[in-house]
């Protein structure tokens, strides 16, 4: 870790950030963070200092300023999330993180992923049969909850070559009370309160028993049989050291294996889900992705290198990480030494956050934000954006090294079921953020199942 990091705060002393009120935070600070960092940005600019249960934040809201926090080696990143990713990838820093990136690497090569496209639309394929019972009926499915149980399937098999469907759905109980509980320790960041129960700590402890079993077995049965399938698990099992020639020992390669697993399915599988709804409000939008698919496709399976053919299908799921970004805010990082940022002082060892939901709305870069408007990603719409107006994956050196997996995956997931069915909200149902460690919904998202309409309705407001 660079901890001799010495900086240069200019050669005049930068002013303190502008910030709230004791009283325009007790106004404001309640369980909904997405409204904090809206109200605080629009208020105080795109440099705010406030007071946190962690002591002093600086929230940045500009493209500029966010690229110089991801790419300065001043900024470290904290271990919010360590008590259930260990040293993983997402945690992790310095030598021991670059060693790790360095070694996941190559099972995220353009190859290793274009291999991935038959398993995605497999799964997929597979999904929609069973879903065949329920089309055409008033029963609805819970989008949220067969996203998830979709994408751990595929990236269990897809990284670590395991067969996840027996344990599905355990699985999948034990992720969202670890997501739950940590987005309730990181939403104090932005002055929601936390209240730790004895039950709670328990029902972690359960959940984290729970994962921390399967993981142990995939890694025990894989070291057992001493195969290569030259997935991410065989390329942690087969690293040594140059010097001392040790391999990763059980606990850090289970550390990579929770972080690829937790991180892999569940950005996806948010991602997805708030595609659905927003496709469900807005009909013309829908037709002319299902215009797309029709002419490209004519009712065959995508593939990845078809991907390229199908523009408007990825304008689609960029929208939807826009408006939605599945990580609404980045692991808070740590100021090592005094800086400054846009003219203001940022204090050594404050702690600077980052979110890609605020700045996603941010009305110099986004014109009428709240709108659903996938043509915003046309290339000549897009050309003159700053690269840090929009970063649903992270960026600089810690850029998440699975985003293009995730991106394809999504891909092929829309333009399958986008072929066969409309999904539409049940009635009434409410639809409300809930910002854990990602961006979930509140209430689920329970969705019918329809043939296509050849005429689209008007659209509904996002």
């Not at 500009?62 to 990838?89: C, E, W």
């Not at 600089?396 to 699975?402: D, I, N, Q, T």
Request: negative net charge; proline residues 6%; contains cysteine.
């Amino acid at each position: 870790m660079d901890n001799d990091i010495k900086k240069s705060v200019g050669s005049q002393n930068p002013k303190a950030a502008p910030g709230p009120t004791d009283i325009w935070l007790q106004q404001n600070c309640n369980e909904n963070p997405l409204n904090f960092l809206l109200a605080i940005t629009r208020e105080y600019g795109d440099v705010v200092q406030y007071t946190s249960a962690y002591g002093p934040v600086h929230l940045v809201n500009h493209p500029h300023y966010v690229g110089h926090v991801f790419q300065d080696k001043n900024y470290i990143r904290t271990r919010l999330l360590s008590l259930a990713l260990g040293d993983g990838l997402i945690t992790s820093e310095g030598a021991y993180w670059r060693s790790q990136r360095h070694l996941a690497q190559p099972a995220f090569h353009h190859q290793c992923i274009a291999a991935f496209d038959e398993l995605v639309t497999d799964a997929t394929m597979a999904m929609l049969r069973r879903w065949d019972a329920f089309a055409g009926t008033d029963q609805p499915i819970q989008v949220p909850a067969e996203m998830t149980r979709l994408t751990l399937g595929i990236i269990g098999k897809a990284l670590f070559d395991a067969d996840l469907s027996g344990d599905a759905d355990i699985l999948a109980e034990a992720i969202t009370t670890i997501v739950e509980d940590l987005g309730r320790v990181g939403r104090t960041l932005f002055g929601s309160e936390y209240n730790v129960s004895p039950m709670r700590n328990r029902q972690f402890e359960t959940a984290m028993e729970i994962v921390d079993r399967i993981v142990y077995g995939i890694i025990n049965e894989r070291r057992q049989e001493k195969k290569q399938t030259g997935d991410l698990l065989s390329l942690l099992l087969s690293a040594r050291d140059e010097e001392t020639g040790q391999g990763l020992n059980d606990r850090q390669v289970r550390d990579e294996v929770v972080t690829m697993l937790v991180a892999g399915h569940e950005t996806t599988a948010n991602m997805l889900a708030w595609t659905w709804y927003l496709l469900s409000g807005h009909p013309t939008i829908e037709h002319r992705l299902h215009t797309e698919l029709a002419t490209v496709l004519e009712g065959r399976l995508p593939t990845f290198q078809g991907l390229s053919s199908l523009p408007y299908n990825r304008m689609v799921l960029q929208e939807s990480l826009r408006l939605y970004p599945p990580v609404w805010f980045i692991a808070p990082r740590q100021a090592l030494a005094d800086d400054e940022i846009g003219g203001y002082l940022i204090p050594a060892n404050s702690r600077v956050v980052v979110s890609p939901y605020a700045m996603h709305r941010h009305t110099a870069y986004w014109q009428n934000p709240e709108q659903f408007d996938p043509e915003r990603f046309l290339p000549e719409r897009s050309i003159s954006r700053p690269r840090y107006a929009f970063f649903p994956f992270g960026g600089g050196h810690h850029l998440c090294l699975g985003n293009n997996l995730a991106m394809m995956e999504g891909e092929l997931v829309l333009a399958t079921i986008a072929q066969h069915y409309q999904l539409r909200l049940c009635p009434g149902h409410p639809v409300e953020p809930d910002p854990l460690v990602t961006l979930r919904h509140r209430y689920g998202l329970p969705m019918t199942l329809h043939a296509h309409s050849a005429t689209p309705k008007n659209d509904l407001e996002t």
